[in-house]
């Protein structure tokens, strides 16, 4: 498709400017299709994926038709999750940067209502929020649509398939009848259809055509692996591939929680998520993948919506999507910011069929690859380790290590090659993540705690005239954890339980081990379960 520059498309001063303040020149495929429709006020249904500038495309015209000298409510966008309405509305943020007066406001369930019904007293333009939440607040008249002349659904799929269907139509039905209704989806479903004709007028289609939402930077594989091998064969492409942050894509929410409890068993730096953790729990599963504590996110399709972290090497297909257009979904979770990223699918029995389906779709070739063995595993370590100690033969000074080596060598019975070969058993027995020194926080079993947290025991309690706020603060203080992630705190007479993330125990217990609360020493453990 021809190149389009911003500054085509009849798009304000003051937008622009926050356009080019976020670094953006030319205009992706949807927006530079919708953003001209959109300005003339008719309703569109844009079908476009997640990674293809969506965001922009129907908030850049959106920014335009609001009066930031009204206080009004103006505007609404629905988004199935908590996360996505963040980031949405966080884009809208930037975009409005240079436009004063402009408020948005998020509003989504786990977040105090209260908050949220004071920030909308003081007077908001556009609301970014989950169907249900907004429909608690027309419930409470906290919300008022007689000024709404913009209604935007994003992701409309995710939210029928979440259920939200008669939310939605309640929603569309009580917003004012002269009012420009926009609609992106992934896929264009029946149920989709029938919103459109049901609440939209000559809804004008704007498709981002299917080569688009490819990513050919993306190297594809696919494996025939049987229901019971599905584990060992990922751990073994995950030694292998060894990737910086790599995303497994189960089918179910049961066996993310399965997979993520085998992986943490097994040593591995691996979180869960899916709809039905806790928004507290969600926060910190995300957190400790950003900022990388957390190596691997097993993940259902739904939870990872709103994903957008740069560095996924790695993608896997642990379970094959039941639609094809979710397969370019996943995919495209790596491979950003011009990286080559990698994608592995494990296929069982006719499943192959599904997948020259999607092969047809995505037109692009996934190659068939053998199950690696555990020698290609560990020939694969020690080429790993021959690279690190040929880039340190090549630029270190190695002449104090070398004549301690020589030394030995005539003080002992043994050889160069011997000593060589001892140091490379070593290194091949304390695993490829040796430089990191990460605590692997997969064995501390069941300490009946909730799940991705730990339980620890301290032997101090009430009687010495602790209380809650004196553990907390030891805990965060001695261990640098930010206090706020530690969970609750069960105080007895003589010990007390409190709750950490599981990533970060291993590093409290150490941080722990010569600490005193209140001038008092203490022990501290893993609890047992009860």
Do not use: W
Not at 145 to 153: A, M, N, Q, S
Not at 473 to 501: C, H, N, Q, R, W
């Amino acid at each position: 498709m021809e190149t389009v520059r911003f500054e085509e498309l009849d798009i304000t001063e003051p937008i622009l400017r926050a356009i080019t303040d976020m670094g953006f020149e030319e205009a992706t495929p949807i927006q530079a299709k919708a953003i001209p429709i959109e300005l003339t006020g008719a309703d569109v249904v844009g079908q476009a994926q997640t990674g293809t500038g969506k965001t922009a495309a129907f908030g850049i015209p959106l920014l335009q038709k609001i009066d930031p000298r009204s206080k009004k409510l103006q505007a609404i966008v629905l988004c199935p999750t908590r996360e996505l309405a963040i980031q949405v509305a966080d884009e809208i943020r930037h975009l409005a940067k240079f436009m004063h007066g402009i408020k948005v406001l998020p509003i989504y369930g786990g977040q105090d209502i209260v908050k949220q019904i004071r920030s909308l007293k003081a007077g908001t333009q556009i609301i970014i929020g989950t169907p249900g939440r907004v429909m608690d607040h027309m419930r409470r008249k906290t919300v008022k649509f007689d000024y709404i002349h913009t209604v935007i659904l994003d992701e409309a799929d995710e939210m029928l398939n979440m259920g939200f269907r008669e939310d939605i139509e309640t929603i569309l039905s009580q917003v004012p009848e002269e009012r420009q209704t926009i609609m992106f989806s992934a896929t264009m479903p029946k149920p989709i259809l029938e919103i459109t004709h049901q609440f939209q007028k000559d809804a004008q289609l704007v498709k981002v055509v299917k080569k688009e939402l490819t990513v050919p930077k993306i190297e594809q594989y696919y494996y025939e692996v049987k229901p019971k091998n599905k584990e060992e064969v990922l751990c073994r492409l995950l030694d292998i591939h060894a990737p910086k942050l790599s995303l497994i894509f189960c089918n179910t929410k049961r066996q993310v929680d399965e997979l993520t409890l085998a992986l943490q068993n097994r040593g591995y730096f691996a979180e869960g998520l899916h709809g039905d953790l806790k928004q507290s729990q969600r926060d910190r599963v995300m957190n400790g993948f950003r900022n990388g504590k957390t190596d691997i996110l097993v993940a259902t399709d739904v939870a990872a919506r709103g994903i957008d972290v740069d560095d996924v090497e790695a993608v896997f297909n642990y379970d094959l999507p039941q639609d094809d257009e979710y397969y370019v979904h996943r995919i495209g979770r790596t491979g950003r910011a011009g990286r080559t990223g990698q994608a592995f699918s494990f296929v069982i029995g006719r499943e192959v069929y599904k997948l020259r389906d999607i092969q047809r779709y995505c037109k692009t070739k996934i190659y068939l690859q053998p199950i690696p063995s555990l020698n290609d595993v560990a020939n694969t370590k020690v080429d790993k380790i021959m690279e690190k100690i040929k880039n340190t033969i090549q630029e270190e000074d190695l002449s104090a290590t070398m004549r301690l080596v020589e030394k030995r060598l005539n003080d002992e019975d043994f050889t160069a090659l011997d000593m060589a070969a001892a140091f490379l058993k070593m290194a091949l027995g304390r695993g490829e993540n040796e430089e990191t020194e990460k605590p692997a926080y997969g064995d501390f079993g069941d300490t009946g705690a909730e799940e991705g947290m730990v339980r620890l025991f301290v032997n101090i309690g009430k009687k010495q005239n602790v209380k809650p706020g004196d553990i907390l603060g030891a805990v965060a203080g001695e261990s640098g954890m930010p206090g706020k992630l530690v969970g609750s705190i069960d105080m007895y007479d003589k010990y007390t339980f409190v709750e950490v993330p599981r990533e970060y125990a291993k590093e409290v217990l150490k941080a722990m081990q010569n600490s005193k609360i209140k001038g008092k020493s203490i022990n501290i453990e893993p609890a047992n379960r009860k």
